[in-house]
């Protein structure tokens, strides 16, 4: 599905990602066990403003370890979004999602012109190579993160090295009746 043209359209890259108290979004096998699964079926579900901020994207990309984990989830989330999996060694696109889903290559910046040039211009971020990626080419500029009140001890982190300090700016934080806190941030560069 091709975004709708706009020439008002401003570019943004989101991050909106859940960690554990310590940091982490996944075990070191990949693993997110630990994760609580929302009840967003009942009038009562809470989807922590997911859906809000997916309305607002016009594009996912995503790494491929992160993109072969959601293929192991019941059901795709991301309906018609188109998604783009980074991957330098191919990855297998299951043939009901060729239509939405497709596979990039190149360097956070190459990737971000590339898919502006196709009309994309609101991207989430998601995956932690990924992500860590975008950030240190300055190419990030709001992070939600959602904290999983659990320490899982080790794992794979949100953040790893950066090239330099990345100054944020807190915009929001929210706690949720179910002990998760939202906090929302602004990258100050």
Same mark, same amino acid.
């Given at each position: ?44 579900? &809470? ?27 019941? *059901? ?18 299951? &043939? ?10 190149? *360097?956070?910046?190459?990737?971000? *012109? ?57 915009? *929001? ?17």
């Amino acid at each position: 599905m091709a975004p709708q043209p706009n020439s008002k359209k401003m570019s943004k890259r989101s991050v909106f990602i859940a960690t554990s108290l310590d940091g982490f979004i996944a075990r070191e096998d990949g693993g997110i066990d630990w994760l609580p699964i929302p009840d967003t079926e009942s009038e009562e579900g &809470e989807d922590y403003g997911y859906n809000d901020f997916i309305k607002s994207i016009d594009a996912l990309v995503m790494g491929r370890n992160s993109f072969e984990l959601v293929l192991s989830f019941d *059901e795709w989330y991301y309906g018609d979004m188109p998604v783009f999996v980074l991957t330098n060694r191919g990855v297998e696109i299951p &043939e009901k999602l060729s239509k939405t889903v497709s596979q990039l290559s190149g *360097e956070p910046k190459e990737i971000v *012109e590339k898919l502006a040039e196709k009309g994309y211009h609101n991207l989430y971020i998601d995956g932690g190579k990924t992500i860590q990626g975008f950030l240190n080419a300055g190419l990030i500029e709001e992070i939600t993160i959602t904290t999983i009140p659990v320490l899982i001890g080790t794992g794979i982190p949100l953040f790893g090295p950066t090239n330099r300090d990345i100054p944020l700016k807190l915009v *929001e934080s929210h706690s949720f009746a179910d002990q998760l806190i939202q906090t929302r941030y602004i990258v100050q560069e």
